[in-house]
């Protein structure tokens, strides 16, 4: 095997493992943007809810 064929097994070797850690990178960003919208769901719920107990609230002042 010649100097060049080394270097281009280096090279995808190199790759690969950039390839790997890319997926890796992009599994944990889909993981994180999932969390965040749930987040935001269970936010606007719990908003929803405490603006319906104002309004009993204020309601049942009347």
Same mark, same amino acid.
């Given at each position: 095997?010649?100097?060049?064929?080394?270097?281009?097994?280096?090279?995808?070797?190199?790759? %690969?493992?950039? $390839? #790997?850690?890319? =997926? *890796? @990178?992009? %599994?944990?960003? $889909? #993981?994180?943007? =999932? *969390? @965040?919208?749930?987040?935001? $769901? #269970?936010?606007?719920?719990?908003?929803?809810?405490?603006?319906?107990?104002?309004?009993e609230d204020w309601l049942s002042g009347l």
């Open positions: 095997m010649s100097g060049h064929d080394e270097l281009i097994i280096e090279l995808q070797e190199c790759v %690969d493992q950039l $390839t #790997r850690k890319l =997926e *890796q @990178l992009l %599994d944990e960003r $889909t #993981r994180l943007q =999932e *969390q @965040l919208a749930a987040r935001k $769901t #269970r936010t606007v719920n719990v908003a929803k809810t405490s603006d319906e107990h104002l309004q």
